[in-house]
């Protein structure tokens, strides 16, 4: 099921979490939430008319620049969940996206929320679209002003910082192979952060979930690039972790993505 809630600007759709989403612990992977999300804003673009698919004939293409994700609580395999959607621009540039996922429609308990924010670009030269080329479109427009937003503040008022990386504790490899790629040639973004978290210790991984994931995506990744993933490993209160990552492209040495993640303890093992 998923609809669109005109009167609020709201895409939603209720999915059940699958077996190949869910990692050891039973609990809906990162990738996949940020495949969710990715879906759900892909939908919605779709039906307003402005999906890839649909600018692909203008020679037009979204990239994601930055991510704010959440993870409150964590849906596990077979639960019945709704992920929502809504957009607004900012600086006539950059599109926002809130994201939330809860239960179902009686509980009210938001399990993830998310923010996103894409650029629109002219494949051909690289450069940015102006967003207000699209306002007189049913469906299609832009709000600058919705809900909480104000059209005169700017992206930093709703993206934390990003801190950088500054020394390598743990580093790993890797080759963008086929299925890493979108729509686009370009590596998924939910790619460059399981390159991330592959580089946390195993001793993180088997006791912390990633509870608040910050991404600044610097450049694009293609099929062929030799990856070096890179993490300093830093504490904060109640020796909780909190990793800093640096994505490079062995290559050029080029910096595709900064990434922090603040971990939390897993709660309880997994029982269905």
């Given amino acids: 099921m998923s609809r669109f809630e005109s009167e609020l600007g709201v895409y939603a759709k209720r999915l059940s979490v699958g077996y190949s989403t869910i990692g050891k612990q039973g609990l809906l992977k990162i990738v996949s939430i940020m495949n969710y999300l990715q879906d759900a804003a892909s939908e919605h673009a779709h039906l307003i008319g402005r999906s890839g698919f ?29 992920v929502r959607t809504r957009r607004f621009s900012c600086k006539n540039l950059y599109e926002i996206r809130l994201f939330n996922i809860t239960k179902d429609e ?15 670009v002219n494949k051909k030269s690289g450069r940015p679209v102006r967003l207000s080329r699209f306002n007189t479109e049913q469906g299609g427009s832009y709000p600058e002003t919705n809900y909480f937003e104000n059209s005169s503040v700017g992206l930093e008022s709703y993206f934390s910082e990003v801190i950088r990386f ?19 040639g370009h590596v ?17 991984l088997a006791n912390f979930f990633p509870a608040k994931i910050d991404v600044i995506f ?3 990744s ?51």
């Fill in 54 to 82: 649909d600018l692909a004939d203008e020679n037009l293409g979204w990239v994601i620049f930055r991510y704010h994700i959440e993870i409150k609580a964590h849906p596990r395999w077979q639960d019945e969940i709704i």
């Fill in 106 to 120: 009686k509980d009210k308990e938001e399990l993830v929320s998310a923010k996103g924010c894409w650029i629109m």
């Fill in 166 to 184: 500054k020394v390598p504790h743990y580093k790993l490899q890797f080759k963008v192979e086929t299925h890493d790629l979108d729509l686009n």
């Fill in 188 to 204: 998924n973004n939910a790619v460059f952060v399981k390159w991330g978290v592959e580089s946390v210790p195993e001793s993180i």
């Fill in 218 to 220: 610097n450049k694009e």
């Fill in 222 to 272: 293609l099929y062929g690039d030799q990856i070096i993933s890179q993490t300093e490993l830093c504490e904060v209160d109640d020796s909780l972790p909190l990793t800093l990552h640096s994505i490079k492209r062995q290559q050029d040495n080029a910096e595709l993505a900064n990434i922090n993640i603040c971990w939390q303890r897993y709660v309880t093992n997994y029982v269905r």
